[in-house]
C-alpha cells in the first residue's frame, strides 16, 4: 500500500506500452465531473500490480491498469473520452 | 498490416554504467550508455527494470539529468531507504555493470530551448533533476529565454549540482538562482531558510505578467503548495507543469 500519490507522469511508460504512443499529453475527460485534464495531471496511486489513476478534480477512478503476467489489463471509469493527438 | 504499420513501440534496451558520481552523500549520478537511444527531450524520463537471479523484477522511473547526447544519458538518483531499486544504483552499481532501460518517457512536462518564453524552475530535493536538464540544455544551445531558478534542499550539503548551479549563474546573466535550505544552514547563509510559500515565489520568480513557463518537479506535498500558490498568485493553470515523486518511488 502507498500511503502518498503521484502523478500520470510516472505511469508515463506503463501507458506508451499500452497505447503505443505518448500520453502523458493527451487529454482525457472526465464523465464523472466533466473535468478535461492531461493524463500527467491526473491523480495516480502506484500500488503494484495495478495502478489507479484518478480525476485530479472530483476524485473519480479515470481508469486502472493491472500488470499481469504477459499482459497489462485496463479498465476504463469514468474517462468518457481522451483525445490523442496527431504526429 | 505488417509492415505498414509503423508504431513507436517502447523496447527494454541495455544501458551499461559508463560513469559515476557521488553528488551528495545520499545522491549518485550515473552516466549510461544505451546502444539503440534514439535521443530526448529535456524533462523526459527513462523506467530502470531490474532483474534478480530468481526472476524477480523491480521497475522505477528516473529523470534524465542530461540534453540529448548521442547514445549517452545520465541519470541522477537519490537513495530511498529501504527502496528496491536505488541502493543499488546508488551504493552498489560499478563501470560496466548492465541493466534494463527504456524511454524517453514524456510528452507534457518537456522544455527546448527557443521556446521563448521565460522560463521558471521550482525544483524540492532530487525533483532538481529534470530541471536541471532543461537549464543545461539551455546553456548548451545558448538561447535566450530568461531563466529564474529556485531550489529547495535540507542543507547545502544535501544540494545536487551546486558547484555547475553555482557557476552557471554567475557565468551567465540571463540565469538566476535562489536556493532555500529548509533543515540546516551554514552560518554565513543569507538566503531564505524556509519552505517554499507564496511570499518565496513572489519574490524571486517572474511575475504573472511575463507569462512564464513553469515547471514545478519533487515530493508530492511540495509540488501541490508550490503549484497552487503560482496559481494564486496569477499564473495561468495552463503554464504550471507539474511533475510529482515519491517515496514509493525508491
Known sequence: MSDTHLDGNSVGGL??????????????????????NVFAALVVYRDAPGDVLRCPSCGSVVMVMVSLPGCVRVS???LSWMEIREG | MEGTAVQRRLTWLIAEVVDAN????????????????????????IDIRLTA????????????????????ITITVELVDDGEVSPYLVEEVRRGDRFEVRGPIGGYFVWEPGEGSPLQLVGGGSGI??????????????TDEPVRMLVSARSIDDLIYRSELEATAINDDGIELVTTLTRSQPPDWSGPSRRVDREMLDENGFPPAARPI???????????TVATALVELGHEPERVKTERFGPTGG
Do not use: K, N
Open chain 1, 15 to 36: 501507458l506508451l506500452e499500452v497505447f503505443g504512443r505518448e500520453m502523458t499529453a493527451a487529454q482525457g475527460r472526465c464523465g464523472a465531473c466533466g473535468a478535461v
Open chain 1, 76 to 78: 476504463f471509469g469514468s
Open chain 2, 22 to 45: 557521488q553528488e551528495t552523500p545520499r545522491v549518485r549520478s550515473l552516466g549510461l550508455e544505451v546502444p539503440g537511444w534514439e535521443g530526448h527531450e529535456p524533462g523526459q524520463h
Open chain 2, 53 to 72: 537471479p530468481d526472476g524477480y523484477q523491480a521497475q522505477r522511473s528516473y529523470s534524465i539529468a542530461t540534453p540529448s547526447d548521442g547514445e549517452r
Open chain 2, 129 to 142: 533533476v529534470p530541471l536541471m536538464a532543461m537549464i543545461r540544455a539551455r546553456v548548451a544551445v545558448g
Open chain 2, 214 to 224: 513553469c515547471f514545478v518537479c519533487g515530493p508530492t506535498g511540495f509540488v501541490e
